[in-house]
């Protein structure tokens, strides 16, 4: 089973801004759409943001105006751009491929987890 790959994550300080990248496991034109999500230590996994393959996103209200998603076919890959990083930003971030838009709403594919990448954001 091949799963898309995160990277991007790391340490950054309040204030300042990172960027995810998802690979994703194939070509990105064949994949329905693609997600963001993360989940902070004993917290459950959130989504954050979508793409559809149309270019259509979808934002968590909470991630409006910090947080934008963005893919890059020739790439394969999904970008998350965070920027006004918050100590509460700190969490796991995963990218989610091959899901579907409901009623606007993204539902994740069960089978299209990335293993993830860290994000800590100091004070």
């Known amino acids: 089973h091949v799963q898309p790959v995160e990277s991007g994550g790391g340490l950054a300080q309040a204030g300042g801004s990172l960027r995810l990248s998802c690979i994703a496991s194939?070509?990105?034109?064949?994949?329905?759409?693609v997600g963001w999500y993360r989940q902070p230590p004993g917290n459950q996994r959130e989504l954050l943001a979508a793409i559809s393959r149309s270019g259509t996103t979808k934002y968590a209200d909470s991630m409006k105006g910090r947080f934008i998603i963005s893919r890059d076919s020739a790439k394969n890959t999904v970008y998350l751009q965070m920027n006004d990083l918050r100590p509460e930003d700190t969490a796991v971030y995963y990218c989610?491929?091959?899901?579907?838009?409901?009623?606007?709403?993204?539902?994740?594919?069960?089978?299209?987890w990335g293993q993830g990448t860290q994000v800590t954001v100091s004070s």
């Open positions: 194939r070509n990105i034109a064949s994949i329905n759409a």
């Open positions: 989610n491929e091959g899901g579907t838009f409901v009623s606007g709403s993204y539902l994740p594919n069960v089978r299209g």
